[in-house]
């Protein structure tokens, strides 16, 4: 069993910066994955950012992609996502996820991660 929880969304500005943190507690020996996705009103949940937990090896989604950074505190258990150069179609209800078993997992989907965060609302204003 693993816990996700999410902090750092909030209120930002075109242009402005924000970090979210999500924090696995519980068997957190078996973490291989995290990956952050995100959900905008009236669309599909995308994905954002992937991390492996132990290599620190990362793929970034195309639309955040020199403006967002993933990376991991693994003595925290901590995976971050700094967000840099917000624009308004950035806002949206960031997930955290994570795949917990040793197996091919193709970062981008949905249905390859085990465990999800109660989700973090990032707005980003014009």
């Known amino acids: 069993q693993v816990q996700l929880i999410e902090s750092g969304g909030g209120l930002a500005q075109a242009g402005g910066s924000l970090r979210l943190s999500c924090v696995a507690s519980g068997r957190t020996f078996s973490l291989f994955t995290m990956g952050w996705f995100r959900q905008a009103p009236g669309k599909e949940r995308e994905f954002v950012a992937a991390?492996?937990?132990?290599?620190?090896?990362?793929d970034v989604a195309d639309p955040v992609k020199g403006r967002f950074t993933i990376s991991r505190d693994s003595s925290g258990h901590t995976v971050y996502l700094q967000m840099n150069s917000l624009k308004p179609e950035d806002t949206a209800v960031y997930y955290c996820?994570?795949?917990?078993?040793?197996?091919?997992?193709?970062?981008?989907?949905?249905?390859?991660?085990?465990?999800w965060g109660q989700g973090t609302q990032v707005t980003v204003s014009s």
């Open positions: 991390i492996a937990w132990r290599s620190g090896s990362f």
């Open positions: 996820a994570a795949v917990t078993s040793v197996r091919l997992v193709t970062v981008t989907r949905l249905s390859d991660y085990d465990y």
